[in-house]
């Protein structure tokens, strides 16, 4: 198939560019055409009425219609002629047929031509694989981050201007910033049409590059109007809907505003909610959908957004609750939104039917008459049901508990969703944290995941570490927040990396890092403005770095120093020095706790004031170190006088440096010497010193180049020595010397060889610039200097430009036919840069002519030719005023111009390097400590004792190189934890510190006192309405208190009157005070473990019963026990028809059938006694001792009454790596022994029913071996019982319930030969059928009862839950 790819957005500003454009996406998608043109068809189809049926009723233009609605004239002609189903009822299975579909393509709509969408029409049986493939792959739409359910009221209805806008404004903003579908009901009426013109706004006021919005319009097609212009065989490209609301009557028209529509099709016209199903198919399908982000894979959440509705919107947010999606309510919008709103924070025992009837009363009161009595109920019963899962509801309140955005409120409902869901360990966070990376929101991470009250670990996010522009090949370790940093810092989530950061441990390392990052991605950059951001993000990083480092120098100098060299394993062996160095971060370098490190580095084991004649001093004459003139840290050489003084003095690199200082002065005074002095045709001895003092030289530039501490290669180590530029000259210096010496030693070229080596003398002596950047005094003038050159090579280039052209010019006008070479090169560029300094030319004003400095033919070597002139009178013959202007200008521009631009050009350099000459010279400095740090002790020549040493160690003993601890150490991993302890404290302190002082700014002062005065208007704004709604709620309750007090004083006046106490039945109960309604109850953070009242069984109730199509009765609260009366309860009756018939009680309730159970007995195999006590039988079958279910009958349960099952818990202590028992929260930590069932999500104990007369349920054997069976009775024979009675189960009925005894089975011992034994003997004899070991917490994927029984295991062994 081919992949057509997304039609392009087209956006146009008036009508003739709307028709360029559609012509150009005619043409331009003719073949993606074709493709969709072919495929449709075999993979869609409709629904056509096969044969014509006459109705009773007409249509609304008083025509006769068939059963399906549609005219004579609209069948097919098959469908009117004589078929062999008439005189048959119209059946939709058998008279509707379906055929290729022949409405689909692209949909402009008339008028409205700013977009093209795309529209299909299809079977309401068509598989939700084929559309989401026909929308992914042929519509060209990306696969969702997030899927939007908006459900709501199909008829207009009137929402709060206020609340309109923010609504609009937050589901498009959540749509666009995370990449979400929309999904509606497609047409241009109620919360759709509210929808669209959400769409539409962001349309109007985006810009052409950003994305569109992706709305799905789910419509039927028999309820759209005017959808005969949708209809072609072959596909619309486009077609053209006409709008018509005026004349839509009883159908509706789709909305313009939506981008893409799926029209359902039944066969039917007029009827509405035939797409209710396959939506609901299509959404859970693609929720099911994994999506590849990031490295990241998630499945696609789904949120459902309600507003206004009726009794259809009730039912969805039912099923939408009851399949774990999680809902976002609307208050203020109407009808449904409304009640659910209004007592979703009350507890369950609150919400009655009295209460939902009051409700309704408010918010219907056009339609509630209509309501009947088990409506209310069944209201109630569905209300109750959403309420009571709070983790997935969400009610939006503008402007109240701090919510101020649709967006933020949809986004946080997933993320509490995916809290209340349970997983192993901590994959929780895990999944919070891939949603708020695929949908690119940092604000909903900072709020939701990344608080300081929860410790979270994430999960698997693997990305490919950073090798570009690494020193070498690092290897990286697996740490999940680094590469999370990292990937933040790539993808350019600057507030996702910067929480990041915060969470990181190794904080000054990963801002280093980042740092170093942003720095080589800049060059990388092509855009000005991404260039600045990147730098100055960069900058920002260097900041934080610097400031936790100050904390920590603060605190504790030395151990801040330890941060600085310590490796760090998860930035590549790498240490703080290096990475700042690596990065260029001169700020981070010159902060005075570096510098500080770095001059002790420089004294070795001197102290730091001793004075730098004492250390010459020393260094003239070393027997005085064995006096007290030279003062050492440790004070074991400050007391000593043998020669461990004598090598920590001479091993200093302040020492070291100066000794070469006076070794390089001796060399350049003796190559000077010999220069000048004694150069001789053969060499004397002072040449061949000079020979063997440059070879030691060269020894150590080769010892330089191969001396690899860190295990970089050859190939990395010659590449940062030749990055270096004094290292460029020092080879250049040796090289040109060596050129030199072999001209010299050939006695043809012996003064050739004198003029190399002299100019050779010249690039030695540069190299005493790199040797003086050490002092503070010539260090940052030697910077200023080495800046200034690139101005001057700037300068000449415009200089040459004009002392080319004036000496050109000059020499062409004066002299003629010149052939001389070298006198052309004085007269156009020599003569020409002298005349800049003064020097003018003598003959050319013509006043200082004289034939006699000059030759006339240039045949004089020695004299320029003479200029044009008159042999018969002596005189120039060139045109003086001519040459006279040239000089002029050329002076003008040279000496006037050019000269006072190099001079503003140094001015300029000078002024800003200045400000950052200090940075500059303390960040070059560590370059010269690290070598002389590493350097021999010795000074050339001597320096070869050395060399010969370390041959001896490196080559013959194979002894690896070591890098000096100062600059690089590995720690022991308790020290290491310590220090990255002390680190993140520091690092906190330096955040709070940064959050206060941003408060303290006026700018952030100012928003904070507006936020407070809105916030405070906006209280004052609902106190009103607040006072008036507890005032009514008020009068609400008194009303009903004195109603059921009347109803108290009439029983009792009965009872009197009869001579009786009257039955008990009777006895009516006064309602609990309530709560007023004012108050703004919060479903997250004050939710109870178990609301007050809802003690009664809740699985049991739930209306669609497990593995079948029949639907409980729906039973309240308030009417789950026996005794409370129930006049309209009439619960259906069902029982399964189970496979193995002879174990279960008979189908129906035929009294003769059940007439020989013997119930609250054992009856044969079968124990039908309760823990619970006897039980009451009505009409021969058993009532539930738990209250109403809603259903009668066996269900698919084995027998009537109590259904015994047994649930052995087992359970061993969780231990690490060295058999020691782990702990939590101080507690020991529980593994338990789980089973996963096939086609099931969550996991279980291995328990359940037993056969008659077994011990061991059927799910345990099926996880053991047959050999293991025994053993493992004895082990239930002698294990604890933790729990007995009645389970809470969706199987139960009003007739049969399930009843378990937990039996925990716990070994305390590792080595424990039962334990050992039962772990070899576990084996799964299903396929489907899964079991391990996992950790006792309350996120484990239980079912509910079974979490239960695992609290009271945990309770008893006193461990950790």
Known sequence: MADLGMV????????????????????????????????????????????????????????????????????????????????????????????????????????????????VRLSQDTPPS?????????????????????????????????????????????????????????????????????????????????????????????????????????????????????????????????SHFILVDDGTHGRYGVEIPLRTTLEKFISEQTKERGGMAIKIPIVCVVLEGGPGTLHTVYNAITNGTPCVVVEGSGRVADVIAQVAGLPISEITISRIQQKLSLFFQETFETFSESRIVEWTKKIQDIVRKRQLLTIFREGKDGQQDVDVAILQALLKASRSHDYFGHENWGHQLKLAVAW??????????????????????????????????????????????????????????????????????????????????????????????????????????????????????????????????????????????????????????????????????????????????????????????????????????????VRAFFNAPVVIFHLNILSYFAFLCLFAYVLMVDFQPTPSWCEYLIYFWLFSLVCEELRQLFYDPDEFGLTKMALLYFSDFWNKL?????????????????????????????????????????????????????????????????????????????????????????????????????QSYLTIFGQMPAYIDGVNFSLDQCSPNGTDRYKPKCPESDTIRHEPAFPEWLTVILLCLYLLFTNILLLNLLIAMFNYTFQQVQEHTDQIWKFQRHDLIEEYHSRPPAPPPFIL???????????????????????????????????????????????????????????????DIGD???????????????????????????????????????????????????????????????????????????????????????????????????????????????ETEFLIYDPPFYTDDRKDKGLVDPVGNALEALAGISYNAVDGPIDRRSFHGLYAVQDGLPLNPMGRTGLRGRGSLRCLGPNHTLQPVITRWRRNQDGAVCRKSVKKMLEVLVVKPPLSESWALPGGSREPGEILPRKLKQVLRREFWYSFQNLLIQGTEVYKGYVDDPRNTDNAWIETVAISIHFPDQSDMDLKRLNSHLHSCDPGMSAQWQVVDKRIPLYAHHKTILQKVATLFEAFY
């Open 730 to 830: 020092d080879i250049s210096a040796i090289l040109l010397f060596v050129a030199g010496l072999t001209c010299r030693l050939i006695p043809g070229l012996l003064y050739s060889g004198r003029i190399i080596l002299s100019l050779d003398f010249i690039m030695f002596c540069l190299r005493l610039m790199h040797i003086f950047t050490i002092s503070k005094t010539l260090g940052p003038k030697i910077i200023i200097v080495k800046r200034m050159m690139k101005d001057v090579f700037f300068f000449l280039f415009l200089l040459a430009v004009w002392v080319v052209s004036f000496g050109v010019a000059k020499q062409a006008i004066l002299i003629h036919n010149e052939s001389r070479v070298d006198w052309i090169f004085r007269g156009v560029v020599y």
């Open 1012 to 1122: 407070k005065v809105n916030t405070a208007v906006d209280l004052l704004e609902m106190d009103s309405l607040k006072r008036s709604g507890s005032m009514e709620q008020r009068l609400s309750s008194l009303e009903e208190q004195v109603a059921q007090m009347s109803r108290a004083l009439h029983w009792i006046m009965k009872a009197l009157r009869d001579g009786g106490f009257g039955s008990e039945e009777g006895l009516p109960t006064l309602a609990p005070q309530k709560t007023s309604e004012g108050q703004d109850h919060e479903l997250d953070g004050r939710q109870k473990a178990e609301d007050v009242g809802d003690t009664h069984h809740v699985n049991a109730r739930h209306l669609l019963y497990p593995n079948s199509h029949v639907t409980r009765f729906p039973v309240p609260n308030e009417k789950v026990p026996w």
């Open 130 to 258: 084929v559309i989401y493939h026909l929308m992914t792959q042929y519509w060209g739409l990306d696969i969702p981050n997030l899927l939007i359910s908006v459900t709501g009221g199909a008829k207009d209805f009137n929402m709060k201007p206020r609340l309109k806008s923010v609504f609009r404004r937050g589901l498009v903003k959540v749509a666009q910033t995370t990449g979400a579908w929309i999904i509606t009901g497609g047409s241009h009426t109620g919360v759709m049409k509210q929808v669209g013109k959400a769409v539409r706004d962001f349309t109007l006021s985006s810009s052409y590059n950003e994305e569109e919005v992706v709305t799905v319009g789910i419509a039927t097609w028999g309820t759209v109007h005017n959808r005969e212009g949708l209809i072609h065989p072959s596909g619309s490209f486009p077609a053209e809907y006409i709008m018509d609301e005026e004349g839509q009557g009883q159908l509706t028209c789709l909305d313009s505003n939506h």
């Open 440 to 645: 690119n929101r940092v604000d909903i991470a900072r709020s939701e995941i990344f608080s300081d009250e929860r410790q979270w670990k994430m999960q698997g996010v693997s990305l490919r570490s950073l090798h570009k522009r690494s020193p070498g090949h690092v290897s990286f370790t697996m740490d999940p927040i680094r590469d999370l940093l990292i990937w933040a810092i790539i993808q350019n989530r600057r507030e996702l990396a910067e929480i990041i950061w915060a969470q990181s441990q190794d904080c000054i390392v990963a801002a280093l890092a980042c740092s170093k990052i942003l720095k080589e991605l800049s060059k990388e950059e092509e855009d000005t403005d991404s260039l600045e951001g990147m730098l100055v993000l960069a900058d920002e990083y260097e900041h934080r770095a610097i400031g936790v480092f100050t904390e920590c120098h603060r605190k504790d100098e030395e151990r801040a120093q330890k941060l600085l060299t310590r490796v760090s394993e998860a930035w590549g062996k790498t240490t703080c020095l290096q990475l700042a160095l690596q990065a260029k971060d001169m700020k981070f370098v010159s902060h005075g706790g570096i510098q500080a490190f770095l001059t002790k580095v420089w004294w070795g084991q001197l102290c730091v004031d001793n004075g730098l004649w004492r250390v010459i001093l020393c260094m003239l004459a070393f027997p005085l170190l064995y006096t007290s003139l030279i003062s050492f840290r440790e004070r074991k050489l400050q007391a000593r006088r043998g020669l461990l003084r």
């Open 945 to 1007: 004792l050395s060399h010969l040493h370390l041959f001896i160690r490196r080559v013959v003993l194979k002894i690896p190189a070591k890098r000096h601890k100062q600059l690089k150490s590995k720690l022991e991993k308790n020290e290491e934890a310590a220090l990255l302890s002390w680190e993140i404290y520091l690092k906190d302190n330096y955040l709070q510190n940064q959050q206060y002082q941003q408060k303290q700014r006026p700018e952030q002062q100012i928003q």
């Open 8 to 119: 392009p957005s087209l956006r146009c500003s008036n009508s003739s560019l709307c028709k360029t454009g559609r012509l150009q996406y005619l043409f331009g998608n003719s073949a993606k055409q074709e493709n969709l043109s072919s495929w449709v068809p075999q993979n869609i189809k409709k629904k056509e009425c096969v044969y014509f049926v006459e109705s009773s009723k007409l249509s609304d233009a008083g025509k006769v219609v068939c059963e399906c609605g549609y005219t004579r004239q609209q069948h097919l002609e098959e469908a009117t002629r004589p078929h062999t189903l008439q005189g048959k009822d119209w059946d939709p299975k058998k008279h509707v047929q379906q055929m290729p579909t022949d409405a689909f393509g692209d949909l402009v709509f008339t008028g409205l031509g700013q977009k093209v969408g795309k529209y």
